[in-house]
């Protein structure tokens, strides 16, 4: 029976609760390249020799850590829940917080020059963290399938669901690491683009992920409770969104960076 079990846990797929480490770290490589010096020198100071892209996935990381903070309370620091056909300002945050109360928590923490370096090192990543997560369209969930943790598909063939596939799925079938994928992408954005994309408000970023999102669920399959099947088609469909995602979250994290050291209001 414990082998069963064993056995069973091995096989369960664990929800994905993020970009995966490419996606997290491509956004903080063109973040990396467009900041100001003070960013930089500002980033260094905390963080010393890790950098932004390293920095992205901590918090992923520590999701296995047994504190009582990573287990009962950072949990829902990595998405938004937004209903289809309402905005986030509508709706505003659960009472445990959600992406954005955590953003402004950090922020406050990232500026207080009394805080430790440990905690502000712990806030400048998961700020890092968490502009990327909110360019995931499923990190914008609609409330009724954990951001489509709940909707199983299969994806070249292999069982997973619909967020695995935006986590990690549609960058991995790629084959590139990330700072290839960053360089791919970073010439790609155009001076226009990176004037107009410099919004450090996480509500317009949401706003964009939401529409996105409900855009992006397949047609439901043919056989009732079979998952559907994802492959070519649906790779071919959303890898320009894919892109787009990943270049506006390297802007946003760059322009909320440049703000957050240059003491604009956030
Ligand atoms: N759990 C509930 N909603 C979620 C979302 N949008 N992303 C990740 N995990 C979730
Ligand atoms: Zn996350
Ligand atoms: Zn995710």
């Known amino acids: 029976m414990r082998l069963f079990l064993a056995l069973l846990l091995a096989l369960a797929p664990t929800p994905a609760l993020a970009w995966g480490k490419t996606g997290h770290r491509v956004i903080g490589a063109i973040a990396?390249?467009?900041?100001?010096?003070?960013?930089?020198?500002a980033v260094r100071a905390i963080l010393g020799v890790e950098g932004i892209a390293e920095a992205s996935t901590w918090p992923d990381f520590e999701r296995s850590n047994p504190d009582a903070f990573w287990q009962k309370e950072a949990g829902p620091f990595?998405?938004?829940t937004v209903?289809?056909?309402?905005t986030y300002a509508e709706v505003g945050a659960p009472p445990e917080g959600d992406a954005v109360t955590a953003l402004t928590k950090f922020v406050a923490t990232v500026r207080d020059r009394a805080a430790s370096r440990d905690a502000r090192a712990l806030a400048l990543r998961f700020i890092i963290h968490i502009?990327?997560?909110?360019?995931q369209p499923l990190h914008a969930g609609n409330g009724t399938d954990k951001g489509g943790n709940d909707v199983k598909v299969t994806f070249n063939r292999e069982s997973t669901n619909l967020h695995a596939v935006w986590d990690s799925g549609l960058i991995d079938q790629e084959q590139l690491s990330y700072s290839e994928f960053a360089a791919w992408l970073l010439p790609r954005i155009t001076t226009a683009e990176r004037r107009d994309w410099r919004v450090t408000d996480p509500k317009v970023w949401i706003g964009e992920s939401a529409a996105l999102r409900d855009r992006i669920y397949p047609a439901p399959p043919t056989t009732p409770g079979e998952p559907a099947k994802l492959g070519f088609d649906y790779v071919y469909a959303w890898t320009a969104d894919r892109d787009l995602r990943l270049e506006q979250g390297g802007v946003r994290l760059a322009a909320y960076l440049d703000a957050l050291f240059a003491g604009k209001p956030l």
């Open 32 to 41: 990396a390249r467009l900041v100001t010096r003070h960013t930089r020198h």
């Open 78 to 80: 990595h998405y938004v």
């Open 83 to 86: 209903p289809p056909g309402k």
């Open 131 to 135: 502009v990327g997560d909110l360019h």
